[in-house]
């Protein structure tokens, strides 16, 4: 755990099924319902609820986004704790998965009037373009 002296965040990723990523950080930016946050060293208690989109994560020169599908974030004592509801890094994305992904909720919202669940099928789109947005930044 970061202590009172440190200048390093400890970064927890966790979702149902595993833990995602565990190391340190310089700082940690992500999008929470209030919108776009970064936490650097020796911040506040702090707890937000998280969007679906872009955590990334910054490490002296190393940068890393993972791809968060919504949960809860909290910072107390230099330690980020995410519980997410699926977190992927870029490594662990399936790209031609996602591409499919993609195709079929383009084909959902094609057909409006056909389809009984619109707000699923866009939240089934921008799940798909922001594992490709990760994928890529290899």
């Not at 499919?100 to 669940?117: H, T």
Request: net charge negative; charged share 35%; no cysteine.
């Amino acid at each position: 755990m970061a202590g009172p002296d440190s200048k390093k965040l400890r970064l927890v990723i966790l979702t149902v099924e595993r833990k995602v990523y565990e190391g340190e950080a310089d700082s940690v930016t992500g999008l929470g319902s209030g919108g776009e946050f970064t936490i650097l060293p020796k911040h506040i208690a702090f707890m937000t609820p998280l969007e679906i989109g872009i955590l990334s994560t910054r490490h002296g020169t190393k940068k890393e986004a993972i791809a968060l599908h919504a949960g809860f974030l909290r910072v107390e004592d230099d330690t980020v704790t995410v519980l997410a509801d699926a977190a992927e890094r870029a490594e662990d994305i399936d790209i031609e998965r996602a591409m499919a992904a993609k195709l079929k909720a383009e084909e959902m919202l094609k057909r409006l009037g056909e389809s009984p669940d619109l707000e699923s099928a866009g939240a089934s789109l921008r799940r798909a373009l922001l594992r490709l947005r990760v994928a890529d930044k290899d």
